[in-house]
């Protein structure tokens, strides 16, 4: 059982130090300028010649403890690890710009000093003769990239382009971006350089159609709900009119008024407001005051009618006679 553990364990270490080397494999060097007057600044407004690295894979790979040099002497195999480390510069850990994300890159300044910034190396860049760099490993032992530069004029850039190196002129230099754009070059020749492999565009299209999809799926629910409910209230309305109902309400109000009248005035009020009565009175006096009455002339007029009275009473007085 510890032999069949052992065993396991063994695959898996060889595993991941496969899968870690694969990841280094990535990790190229991009872009060199060793003659820079005019192109970028440190952080201290210094120009520096530098060494560009790029992530030519889509995942993210940190590339703290990795080694640049220009000694060809590490080439030497029966060198010491210590001895070989000792004649490179380490890129240091504790930034977190050393993570590369896919197709990212990365510059680093080189002949400088590490304690004036992390992305600051002791490589040594000569602008005036050829310079062999190269880029190593966490282990000191294996080469991942390497490239000679040939003596370069101010600003101009040692470059990467479709597998082949180029000088670049001093306004085509690209640092920390994707090396030499054509101005000429179609959009499709764009998308075939940048996504040889259609993966890019695949997941462009999927997002896409996935996205309307969604958003489809969203109205129709909504206005499924919407016509429900209307429906609903279309039910409720035919079986109970709204006139009916907004009468009895306002009934109601009326009553309730009243009630609470007579709860706080009592009964004799009858529900009635004592501002109707004070309006009732303040009318009475203002007619009184302007004298608005009923004018009678005095004279009583009698009319003559006849009736049924009448023959009972020729009938009776003419019996007596």
């Not at 209230?233 to 109970?240: I, L, R």
């Not at 306002?250 to 004070?278: C, R, S, W």
Request: with cysteine.
């Amino acid at each position: 059982m510890n032999k069949f553990g052992l065993l396991c364990g063994a695959l898996l270490l060889s595993g991941a130090s496969s899968m870690f080397g694969q990841g280094a494999k990535n990790i190229v060097i991009n872009e060199v300028m060793t003659n820079n007057t005019a192109s970028i600044q440190d952080e201290f407004g210094k120009h520096e010649a530098w060494i560009e690295l790029e992530n030519t894979s889509f995942t993210t790979y940190n590339i703290r403890g990795m080694y640049l040099t220009t000694d060809r002497s590490v080439l030497d195999q029966n060198m010491s690890v210590p001895e070989r480390i000792k004649r490179m510069s380490i890129i240091p850990s504790g930034d977190a710009r050393t993570s590369l994300g896919g197709r990212q890159h990365i510059v680093f300044f080189g002949n400088s000093n590490p304690a004036q910034g992390k992305l600051h190396l002791t490589v040594r860049l000569p602008m005036s003769e050829p310079v062999w760099i190269a880029l190593y490993n966490g282990n000191a032992v294996e080469l991942i990239d390497s490239v000679t530069i040939p003596p370069l004029a101010a600003d101009q850039s040692f470059a990467r382009q479709n597998g082949k190196w180029t000088v670049k002129a001093p306004q085509n230099v690209t640092p920390g971006t994707e090396n030499f754009i054509k101005t000429d070059e179609t959009k499709d020749a764009k998308l075939k350089r940048e996504d040889p492999h259609g993966f890019g565009i695949t997941l462009l299209a999927m997002g896409i159609v996935f996205t309307c999809l969604a958003v489809l799926f969203l109205f129709f629910t909504l206005f499924g709900m919407v016509m429900r409910h209307m429906e609903t209230a279309k039910k409720m309305a035919n079986a109970q009119p709204i006139k009916p109902i907004t009468k009895t309400v306002e009934k109601t109000a009326e009553i309730g008024h009243k009630t609470g009248i007579i709860l706080q005035e009592g009964l004799k009020t009858k529900g009635i407001d004592k501002e109707v009565y004070m309006a009732v009175i303040g009318m009475a006096l203002k007619q009184y005051e302007d004298d608005v009455h009923d004018v009678e002339s005095g004279v009583i007029t009698i009319k003559q009618k006849s009736s049924s009275w009448n023959d009972e009473f020729l009938q009776m007085t003419q019996f007596h006679q």
